[in-house]
């Protein structure tokens, strides 16, 4: 009886039952605002048993390029064009973000069992974004999967942030943090 109520709440709020109630997925975190920015060769100082890793951001060069008159065009008394205008085409590029190495917080490589790297493979596969078997193995496949998820976050990096483990349901979440 108790189950069949439980069911039936489950099945009120996905349908829109309760009230007009919605039940909407949780939102994403924001990956970029874990990143810091040191200049020195290390990880930031922390405390013991935080672990950091670490991704080289690559730079962001944009390129321009547009057409630039160089004569303009020449009319006869009637406005017909007697030569048309020339053009040269302008290429220039400038810098829009320099290459960095930025840090993370990130599971402990203790943590990283075999289970854990299966149960990532199993939460990302159900997001579509890992699509080969379940091995427990940090493979390359593995790896892109992580950068792709991270990437729609603002971490472009295949090594994985405790924010991206916890918002898999990977890492436990600290009760100062919700």
């Not at 990143?35 to 080289?56: F, H, I, K, M, Q």
């Not at 321009?64 to 290429?91: F, I, N």
């Not at 930025?102 to 990532?120: E, H, I, K, M």
């Not at 496949?141 to 729609?152: G, I, K, L, M, S």
Request: hydrophobic share 40%.
């Amino acid at each position: 009886m108790h189950r069949q109520f439980l069911l039936g709440l489950v099945l009120a709020a996905t349908l829109g039952g309760c009230g007009g109630a919605r039940v909407e997925a949780p939102g994403q975190a924001l990956l970029s605002r874990e990143l810091v920015r040191l200049r020195g060769d290390g990880p930031p100082p922390s405390p013991d048993g935080e672990c950091w890793a670490s991704s080289v951001t690559p730079a962001v060069i944009e390129t321009v390029t547009e057409q630039v008159l160089v004569t303009e065009e020449v009319r006869d008394g009637s406005g017909a064009v007697v030569e048309p205008a020339s053009y040269r085409t302008q290429t220039q590029q400038r810098m829009v973000q320099d290459r960095e190495q930025v840090w993370f917080r990130a599971p402990c490589p203790a943590d990283q069992t075999v289970q854990f790297v299966a149960s990532l493979q199993r939460a990302l596969k159900a997001r579509g974004l890992y699509l080969w078997p379940v091995t427990g193995e940090m493979d390359a496949e593995t790896a892109e999967a992580v950068r792709r998820f991270q990437a729609e976050r603002g971490l472009d990096s295949p090594v994985l942030s405790l924010a991206a483990a916890r918002e898999l349901g990977l890492a436990a979440t600290a009760l100062d943090d919700l």
